[in-house]
């Protein structure tokens, strides 16, 4: 595509709920990101994949919180047993595999609601 | 590690007053600096960049110069609209390649007529 693209656009769930969401990056770009936005704060970061490397989970805010990338391409963010404070705009971006000119091109977002 | 800060906002300008939004950056090696904004209700689009020191990224009147020596991007605009009401974020890509972007907390610009 275009662009980088996820899905679904707006997600409620029940507390308890696992959920997923999905991320297509442009084509051909070899570093992703995951980034969480919550009502009045800034990009949080979650989660980085980059090719073929182990990827940079250092972000994620508990173990209830996971994310593959396969193939190279699609990324699925899972959060399980959601809580009321994972509710955020969860953010998925991507580049091109470049060195120390990177920019991060990224998605509408997914507006996760936790109930 | 890598960090950036910025100033906090909320920043509240009348039409036509003059921008400045502070950012500062700590890196390890010789980073890549962005400016990144958030229009309401759209996702985040890169602004302007600067990739080496003395480099000054421009765009849409806004500018910001690349200081190595005070390690700052700060972001400038001479007269700013209604329509630059936005958050904005500074980011940087340290050098090497396969480095994530480390983003500041953003500063939310409101410009009143």
């Known amino acids: 595509g275009a662009g980088v693209s996820q899905s679904p656009s707006n997600k409620v769930t029940e507390k308890g709920k696992d959920v997923e969401l999905r991320c297509d990056p442009i084509s051909g770009h070899t570093a992703l990101y995951w980034y969480r936005q919550s009502l009045g704060q800034g990009l949080e970061f979650l989660i980085y994949f980059q090719g073929n490397s182990a990827p940079d989970k250092s972000g994620l805010p508990s173990d209830r919180f996971s994310a593959e990338r396969t193939g190279g391409s699609v990324s699925t963010l899972t959060i399980q047993r959601t809580q009321q404070e994972d509710s955020a705009v969860y953010l998925c971006?991507?580049?091109?595999?470049?060195?120390?000119?990177?920019?991060?091109?990224f998605g509408q977002g997914t507006r996760l609601t936790v109930v | 590690g890598n960090s950036v800060t910025q100033m906090e906002g909320p920043v509240t300008l009348s039409e036509e007053a003059f921008l400045t939004i502070n950012c500062t950056y700590t890196?390890?090696?010789?980073?890549?600096l962005f400016w990144y904004v958030q229009y309401p209700g759209e996702g985040l689009q890169l602004l302007l960049k600067?990739?080496?020191?003395?480099d000054k990224g421009s765009n849409k009147g806004f500018e910001a110069t690349y200081r190595k020596e005070t390690t700052s991007f700060h972001l400038e605009k001479g007269s700013v609209q209604v329509s630059d009401s936005a958050v904005y974020f500074c980011a940087l890509v340290d050098s090497g390649g396969y480095q994530k972007v480390t983003f500041g907390i953003g500063t939310k610009l409101q410009v009143i007529p």
């Open positions: 890196a390890t090696g010789y980073p890549s």
């Open positions: 971006a991507s580049s091109p595999e470049t060195g120390g000119d990177t920019e991060a091109f």
């Open positions: 600067a990739t080496k020191a003395d």
